[in-house]
T-cell receptor
Framework: DGGITQSPKYLFRKEGQNVTLSCEQN?????MYWYRQDPGQGLRLIYY???????QKGDIAEGYSVSREKKESFPLTVTSAQKNPTAFYLC??????????????FGPGTRLTVL | SQQGEEDPQALSIQEGENATMNCSYK?????LQWYRQNSGRGLVHLIL?????REKHSGRLRVTLDTSKKSSSLLITASRAADTASYFC?????????????FGEGTQLTVNP
């Protein structure tokens, strides 16, 4: 099955710890994205990558870091510098060169709770 | 401020009724997309309308776009309990069709059986 996966589904972290969220896709998409969603709100863009070994900051990049060493993978690290990391994190991918209009495909999300 | 703002924030209807959700935006767009999110899940792409289109249909979905008013509406006809979800509009700004999406805050739709 083609798709985009995120792991784990639930993640608990102690204050001061870094944590890495996984995102993998087998859709052969060039672009990948990380969003944060707080309760009752829309999605805010953290980071995005349009090609391997390249990524750009989104609207709320502070306290987060990413890497894009492989086309299939775009892990997100939530660092201890992120002041309020408890949220629902969504990864997405798209192939804007093929589809022209950047429809995005989403993973199931990771709910991060800082204890 | 949000590029896309949905209205209403919450909508509750009976099964079989139509549901209309609106989205307003501030800057020029290349296209506007609607997504659906079931509780605690990822988003699913529903429909896309380009800036030079005024109306588009897909099954029970009808989307309109008024670029002069910078607004769009999503109509779900003959709603079902399974349509209960949050619905988000997302815009792609400017001239580049492959640019990043900017999401609104969503409309929570509840369809009562």
């Amino acid at each position: 099955d083609g798709g985009i996966t995120q792991s784990p589904k639930y993640l608990f972290r102690k204050e001061g710890q870094n944590v890495t969220l996984s995102c993998e896709q087998n859709l052969n998409h060039d672009a990948m994205y990380w969003y944060r969603q707080d309760p009752g709100q829309g999605l805010r863009l953290i980071y995005y990558s349009q090609i391997v070994n390249d990524f750009q900051k989104g609207d709320i990049a502070e306290g987060y870091s990413v890497s894009r060493e492989k086309k299939e993978s775009f892990p997100l690290t939530v660092t201890s510098a992120q002041k309020n990391p408890t949220a629902f994190y969504l990864c997405a991918s798209s192939n804007p060169l093929a589809t022209r209009y950047n429809e995005q495909f989403f993973g199931p999300g990771t709910r991060l709770t800082v204890l | 401020s949000q590029q896309g703002e949905e209205d209403p924030q919450a909508l509750s209807i009976q099964e079989g009724e139509n549901a209309t959700m609106n989205c307003s935006y501030k800057t020029s767009i290349n296209n506007l997309q609607w997504y659906r999110q079931n509780s605690g899940r990822g988003l699913v792409h529903l429909i896309l309308i380009r800036s030079n289109e005024r109306e588009k249909h897909s099954g029970r979905l009808r989307v309109t776009l008024d670029t002069s008013k910078k607004s769009s509406s999503l109509l779900i006809t003959a709603s079902r309990a399974a349509d209960t979800a949050s619905y988000f509009c997302a815009t792609v700004r400017g001239e580049t069709s492959g640019s990043r999406l900017t999401f609104g805050e969503g409309t929570q739709l509840t369809v009562n059986p």
